[in-house]
């Protein structure tokens, strides 16, 4: 028994797939061939790897050119009469901009222009026009569960760098995970790169971690915020557990179901930081960090940390130590010293604050304060477009962020 909504639906656009072939086959034997992009590819070998220009055939412009013709197929017009027949495939019920609602000349073109989307993602796999019945099969499948249902499924991954496990994944909640990513993501991201956001060669080596999720929707765009929300709060839960140049990548979303069209990057892009010092989590540690992220979660809003904990984030995203030390110093600031309070010295009142607060002796207390007034002082100094000793500062930076990661924990 078939475990399709509809075969009579299939089997029409199975032939409407196998006539469009026939014409674009047609046209290339009449010396109009498709446009080929130039990709690079990841080629993995015994030796290692290497890196190979390959050529992908676009058929965009040439269905675009032909659109008129293939939209008047017996094929296209068995598939629209198959579709208007069956109750299970939902008609959308959309407005027109001024507010009047779809007539049926506007449904019959939206079905038309449906198939040839699939005609699209069809070749794009395919690579080519002669009919692949397999490939037509597993497409279909896709399609037919997303045109009753709308749900779209994605696999969501945000690269790691700087970042190892003595351990091939973690599970940090209810489907979020930090794993290795496998060499066929790898090599699908590179080839599939869009606005430079591919991750950086050196990921293929054994050590390449990714945050990981997956979700399904009829509500992607919803659910990409609360995804983005979720990857920021664990990897700042990762930066205040442990020390280290923690840094991330585009997250990005491959999708597992059907989709005619989709943007592969979630958020922006990123100018990536991913040479620095190592940060290790052990599997000794996930106790521990477990009920730390735990912690974390409940305490994340709580408005004095904000600022405190957005600057702590930025300070790992620079490449300058005066851009470091601002924001970090910032960080200090609105964390200690609130609205009503306006120290003259506030490297003074920072340091005294954080001293009593992370001191547990007298001369702990003392080296804290006179530390962070030294910080303080070489700050104003940036800021302010005075001389300062860079081999200073540049020393300072670690024991600095190491006092604010310590402050904010404290204060959680």
Not at 29 to 37: A, C, I
Not at 373 to 384: G, L, P, S
Request: net charge neutral; charged share 30%; aromatic share 12%.
């Amino acid at each position: 028994m078939s475990d399709l909504f509809d075969v009579e639906i299939s089997l029409a656009l199975k032939d409407f797939i196998k006539a469009s072939c026939s014409i674009l086959q047609e046209y290339d034997r009449k010396g109009e061939h498709p446009r080929y992009v130039t990709k690079e590819k990841v080629v993995l070998h015994e030796k290692g790897m290497s890196i190979e220009d390959v050529q992908i055939p676009s058929y965009v412009s040439l269905i675009f050119k032909v659109r008129d013709k293939l939209e008047n197929l017996d094929e296209i017009n068995r598939v629209v009469e198959k579709r208007l027949q069956n109750t299970v495939f939902p008609r959308p019920s959309l407005l027109r901009d001024n507010g009047k609602p779809l007539t049926d000349d506007d449904y019959v073109y939206s079905l038309k222009w449906g198939s040839i989307q699939f005609l699209f993602r069809y070749l794009d796999e395919n690579r080519g026009v002669a009919f692949n019945e397999s490939l037509f099969d597993k497409l279909y499948k896709e399609y037919e569960y997303y045109e009753v249902t709308k749900i779209v499924k994605f696999n969501v991954i945000c690269p790691l760098f700087n970042f190892e496990m003595n351990t091939d994944e973690f599970k940090i909640e209810e489907n979020y995970i930090i794993r290795k990513i496998t060499n066929e993501e790898f090599q699908q991201i590179y080839l599939d790169d869009v606005f430079d956001s591919r991750p950086p060669f050196i990921m293929i080596h054994a050590v390449r971690f990714v945050i990981s999720t997956t979700y399904e929707s009829d509500e992607p765009e919803t659910i990409k915020d609360k995804i983005i929300e979720k990857i920021d709060t664990i990897i700042t839960t990762l930066r205040l557990y442990g020390e280290g140049d923690l840094n991330h990548g585009v997250i990005r979303q491959i999708p597992i179901s059907w989709t005619s069209g989709y943007n592969p990057l979630i958020g922006n892009k990123r100018s990536v930081i991913w040479r620095g010092r190592t940060y290790v989590l052990n599997i000794e540690e996930f106790g521990s960090f477990s009920a730390f992220y735990s912690k974390f979660k409940e305490s994340k809003n709580i408005k004095r940390l904000q600022i405190a904990l957005s600057r702590f984030n930025f300070s790992y995203d620079r490449n300058r130590d005066e851009d470091k030390i601002i924001d970090l110093i910032v960080g200090f600031e609105s964390l200690i010293v609130e609205e009503k309070e306006r120290p003259w010295d506030r490297g003074a009142y920072v340091g005294t604050a954080c001293s009593m607060l992370i001191g547990k002796t007298y001369d702990e207390r003392k080296d804290i304060k006179k530390f962070l007034q030294d910080a303080f002082n070489i700050r104003n100094r940036i800021v302010h477009g005075s001389n300062y000793d860079k081999k200073k500062l540049k020393k300072i930076i670690p024991d600095l962020e190491s006092l604010l990661r310590k402050s904010l924990i404290l204060l959680l």
